[in-house]
């Protein structure tokens, strides 16, 4: 399979802290990219990062990519109680236009 | 804009019945997905498609067919329903064809029910 492997598969946090996510990968990237799922609803975009970066940053998120070692990291900042969701990262590969995704972190953040 | 519209939302089939999911986007976006979502497997991709007239399988097409013949719609039909394929099915599309770095529009799902 060429999925991602994303670690770990649930976190729980108190509100304030920070939450990182990590990922991992199989084979050459195009690019990678991070969404996230709130509970019975489709997934949304956060941020994409290609091959060629190093890291992004985007509000409170900042992203990290790797490519000698094949992983991605995902840091929420200062994380609220609305951040609680389901994070999942994608990599589109370098052969075919397709996005494969990750089994996903469950981020719970408690007030 | 509507973004990604999925419909139905709900279904219930039994066994050996087809059905078409539809998916309709009005961003004028080449690039359509189906995924399906299973506990702990994460998305798993069914079809796509670049633009009108043009479609690839995924990962896990047996079972599906769809077709492209408008920008704007994207079906995907289940030929006869098998209890495997119960799952929550996603739509997505994105301006351009995914290796320019476009990100992905989900639509908000059908909840699929295979008895």
């Known amino acids: 399979s060429q999925q991602g492997e994303e670690d770990p598969q649930a976190l729980s946090i108190q509100e304030g802290e920070n939450a990182t996510m990590n990922c991992s990968y199989k084979t050459s990237i195009n690019n990678l990219q991070w969404y996230r799922q709130n509970s019975g609803r489709g997934l949304v975009h956060l941020i994409l990062i290609r091959s060629n970066e190093r890291e992004k940053h985007s509000g409170r998120l900042r992203v990290t990519l790797d490519t000698s070692k094949k992983s991605s990291s995902l840091l929420i900042t200062a994380s609220r109680a609305a951040d609680t969701a389901s994070y999942f990262c994608a990599t589109v590969y370098n052969q075919g236009g397709k996005l494969i995704f990750g089994q996903g972190t469950e981020l719970s953040v408690k007030p | 804009n509507a973004g990604v519209t999925q419909t139905p939302k709900f279904q219930v089939l039994k066994t050996g019945q087809s059905m078409t999911l539809q998916c309709a986007q009005d961003?004028?976006?080449?690039?359509m997905s189906w995924y399906r979502q299973d506990p702990g497997m994460g998305l798993r991709l069914i079809h796509y498609?670049?633009?009108?007239?043009?479609?690839d399988q995924g990962e896990v097409p047996n079972g599906y067919n769809v077709s492209r013949s408008t920008t704007e719609d994207f079906p995907l039909r289940l030929l006869s329903a098998a209890p495997s394929q119960t799952s929550v099915y996603f739509c997505?599309?994105?301006?351009?064809?995914?290796?320019?770095?476009?990100?992905?529009?989900f639509g908000n799902g059908t909840r699929l029910t295979v008895t």
């Open positions: 498609s670049v633009g009108a007239g043009i479609t």
């Open positions: 961003m004028n976006h080449e690039y």
């Open positions: 997505a599309s994105s301006y351009r064809v995914i290796t320019y770095n476009s990100p992905l529009h």
